[in-house]
């Protein structure tokens, strides 16, 4: 049971096209809210709530709906100044669970004077679930045939585009009734409709990080009149649908600069008195082409001890995601395979390596919220080759993960109803605030540096984070500065540069830097 179900885990955050001209008008027949306890544990006080809201945003004599579900965090500091809306990323990430789990951290960031709201968008939860597979069997044996890169061999980029058809297929068949209501434009619509619910001052504040800038970007787009506050960490280019990730060789050389100076083979594994980066880093990209064509045999399960080049691509890419976190965990396992420590490596395996067993239908929807968002399509094989040629070169041991997601997208059939199709150059009523990382392997800088000429008004902050979004890679002086945004409206000077706080091999937490117990 090999790992090319990472081809699901590591579907990225895509750029997409969209539209609607600005809509700055209060909802109409605006629902209430329905508040009770949650079913399951917050990490600060707050409450469960669901609102009904329009199936359908194009069918406006329609009176079909839908339960939007979301949670709330109370603030901290009284009175609430109103609320705050999130959105983590994914797409399709659960926000009610990420708010329960990250809600006491959020408070710090936001400055404890607003209620948090982590809401989960359609497709997302039990918001218009969808699902490609009949049953969980066949979902796993499905994601079995699933390459998980396009160049993990001479016949890997036929095999994606031919299981790109299947999955089309599949997902049209099983949720052509709900696949196109779950477009991002229609989510931000949702948001408006839960800011009016809330019936605070009309206004929409906002923190959204990944694919969360991407829906930040879409909803200042749709509704500049309606914004408040709203930031934006860790930016997808909303115009460039097929946006490169140049940063992930910078990010990988990062960790490893940060290995080499522990000067500690117990934190950093891969530690050698006389390497260097450059030579660490040489020596993965050695350890990947060797297992490209002759994968190593680590013991005697069948399942789980054959390293193969997908194995070691996907390894890498989460823990860079999640530096603090996975430093020490993605060095040992690495070290273990090179040194054919078996022991070593069956313990880390589990902490660094995607088990596609553990996948759910949440998958289906995450794929669908991109693929029916983008527009580009094609059944010409050598058009999608040269696609992933040209995204696969921006990163020599991440570009061909990246392509493989948007590839998957080629064939898709069906459409977002209600795309944004409009201009993002925009000038929202107040400015917005916009968050970006050097170091960050799935949204590079630059694009936060194309949507901060976007939005008239805007700052971007350069947060020097080793990983993706700060709330990955925290720092007081990021911290602060959102946390002075949402209190009172003040952006940093633009130009600003912050800081992580503490290094990749630390041994910190984020929860270190947020002053607050990591959740139970």
Known sequence: MRSSSLWNVFLLELPFALAYPHQNQKSQNISSISWSNCTFPLATPGACGTLKVPLDYTHSSSKETLDLQFVRADAVKKPSRGSILINQGGPGLDGQQFTATFGAALQVMFGGYYDIIGFDPRGTGKTLPLNCSPNPSERFRFSLLAPATTNSSNTALGASWAYSDLLAQACYENGRDVGDLMGTAFVARDMIQIV?????????????????????????????????????????????????????????????????????????????????????????????????????????????????????KGAINNPLRLMIAYATPLAGWLNAILTRDTTTYRLLRPRVVADPATLD?????????????TTWRTDNIEEARDLVHRVSNSSSLYGD???????????????????????????????????GSPYDLRTPLISAQKVNKLFDGSVLLQHNGYGHCVMYSPGQCAINAVQTYFTNGTLPNPGTTCEQDYGIFSGKTIWDSFGVAPPS
């Open 401 to 435: 993960v990246y392509a493989s997601s948007f590839l998957a997208c080629s064939k898709w059939r069906m459409q977002a109803k209600g795309r944004y199709e409009g201009d993002f150059k925009t000038k929202t009523k107040n400015p917005i605030l916009i968050i």
């Open 361 to 373: 239908s949440t998958l289906d929807a995450v794929q669908n919220i991109r693929c029916t968002d």
């Open 196 to 312: 009016d619910a809330l019936d605070e001052d009309g206004m929409l504040r906002y923190w959204g990080q990944s694919y969360g800038t991407y829906l930040g970007a879409t909803v200042a787009a749709m509704f500049p009149e309606r914004i408040d506050k709203l930031v934006i960490d860790g930016v997808i280019d909303p115009v460039e649908e097929y946006d490169p990730a140049p940063a992930g060789d910078l990010a990988l050389n990062k960790y490893l600069e940060a290995c080499i100076a522990t000067k500690n083979q117990t934190l950093c594994p891969l530690y050698r008195p006389n390497a260097t980066a450059e030579s660490l880093t040489n020596q993965i990209r050695d350890l990947v082409e060797e297992v490209k064509f002759e994968p190593i045999v680590m013991g005697s399960n069948t399942t789980t001890d054959l390293v193969t080049y997908v194995d070691i």
